[in-house]
């Protein structure tokens, strides 16, 4: 069965540090692969994904994942973090069978916090 | 990517009452996704709704519990039955706009306490 892990349940940064988000998932075959951010209060908002080809993708907001299928992991960055990233951060898988975009299983999220 | 429009945004409940959701789509999909998310957890998918079929419960989900509704493309309903304190959550819709490997997109959820 599908599953994704995010071991980290609450990490802070400092205002300008670089940020790194760790996210494994469990999957027998190549799985498509999504970054999440829910501010509070707010719905969630698409980072980034990867479907195939280059393993490191950008996204909206400076983020960016890299796919290491040798570690089963598709961990998030970004260069240095604004304080208005603070945020809770969800890790997705989905499947790849069918033609039709799928469900997604979440991971359980990690809450970041930015400090001044 | 879709524009999806949750209603009620948050309702404050009495335990035994239900609550029904209401999700509209600014374009058509086939599948819809209603997912719950408990404080302070991650999301949950609770079914699948297709449209002109029986929605697809996941584990845990019964659909005396959660009936689903999708008459048309473009919209769905979520009722949830005889609420007790539990069930105090945000729900979730969600669509998937595209092929296969495209992204989920959300609405903004309706916050549900039960009181």
């Known amino acids: 069965a599908q599953s994704v892990t995010q071991p980290d349940i609450h990490i802070t940064v400092s205002e300008g540090a670089s940020l790194e988000l760790r996210c494994n998932y469990s999957?027998?075959?190549?799985?498509?692969l999504f970054w999440y951010v829910q501010s509070p209060g707010q719905g969630l908002q698409l980072l980034l994904k990867?479907?195939?080809?280059?393993?490191l993708v950008q996204g909206i907001k400076g983020f960016e994942a890299e796919f290491k299928r040798s570690q089963s992991s598709f961990n998030l960055r970004k260069p240095s973090v604004h304080w208005s990233d603070a945020a809770e951060y969800f890790c997705a898988v989905g499947e790849t069978g069918g033609n039709q975009g799928g469900k997604l299983i979440f991971g359980q999220g990690t809450e970041l916090s930015v400090k001044p | 990517s879709a524009v999806i429009s949750q209603k009620p945004s948050r309702d404050i409940c009495q335990r035994g009452t239900s609550l029904t959701i209401q999700c509209q789509v600014d374009?058509?999909?086939?599948?819809m996704f209603w997912y719950r998310q408990q404080p302070g957890q991650s999301l949950t998918l609770i079914a699948t709704a297709n449209q002109g079929s029986e929605a697809t419960y996941e584990s845990g989900f019964v659909i005396d519990k959660f009936p689903i509704s999708r008459p048309n493309l473009t919209f769905s309903t979520l009722t949830v039955s005889n609420m007790s304190p539990e069930d105090s959550s945000i729900y979730l819709c969600?669509?998937?706009?595209?092929?296969?490997?495209?992204?989920?997109?959300f609405g903004n959820g309706t916050r549900l306490t039960v009181t």
């Open positions: 969600s669509v998937a706009a595209g092929g296969r490997g495209s992204p989920l997109h």
């Open positions: 374009s058509q999909v086939t599948m």
């Open positions: 999957y027998g075959a190549t799985p498509y």
């Open positions: 990867y479907f195939s080809g280059d393993t």
